[in-house]
């Protein structure tokens, strides 16, 4: 049985967010699709990388398992979020213009999550407990 989750809880700030991380995940997914197309086991390992990473990113956005707000809590703030949505846009680049459309969408929001780190902004304020909650739970 594993640890109890925490409720994924939509408010004002947190739905634009939630949206424009939806959004990316889902021209991800369009983009895995397309490595899918070439029909080569070459083209098709970096598909299935996105797919997962892609698939996992907007079921996190809903659900939000206590084991991930712990080991993956670069996820659920500014700097965290912009850091791999610019490794992603990074990863998702090729030939094709869905490619550098979604390159381009995952750099400028991952920029801007790094620009928003050093503003007052959070991320998921209810949803997130600080760093130092996390670590200071036993296990």
């Known amino acids: 049985m594993g640890a109890p989750?925490?409720?994924?809880?939509?408010?004002?700030?947190?739905f634009v967010w939630r949206l424009v991380?939806?959004?990316?995940?889902?021209?991800w997914i369009v983009v895995a699709v397309f490595h899918f197309v070439d029909g080569t086991f070459q083209a098709?390992?970096?598909?299935?990388?996105?797919?997962?990473?892609?698939?996992l990113s907007i079921l996190f956005e809903f659900?939000?398992?206590?084991?991930?707000?712990?080991h993956c809590y670069f996820l659920w703030n500014f700097?965290?979020?912009?850091?791999?949505?610019?490794?992603m846009g990074c990863l998702v680049m090729?030939?094709?213009?869905?490619?550098?459309?979604?390159?381009?969408?995952?750099?400028f929001f991952g920029f801007l999550y790094i620009i928003l780190?050093?503003?007052?902004?959070?991320?998921?304020p209810v949803a997130v407990g600080s760093r130092r909650d996390l670590e200071a739970q036993t296990y």
């Open 94 to 107: 090729g030939t094709r213009v869905i490619n550098y459309v979604t390159s381009g969408f995952a750099w």
């Open 63 to 70: 659900w939000r398992p206590e084991v991930i707000l712990e």
């Open 117 to 124: 780190w050093f503003t007052s902004f959070t991320l998921f």
């Open 21 to 27: 991380n939806f959004v990316v995940a889902a021209l």
């Open 44 to 55: 098709a390992m970096p598909g299935v990388a996105i797919l997962i990473i892609a698939i």
């Open 5 to 14: 989750e925490r409720p994924a809880r939509i408010g004002g700030r947190d």
């Open 79 to 87: 700097m965290g979020r912009g850091i791999f949505f610019l490794l």
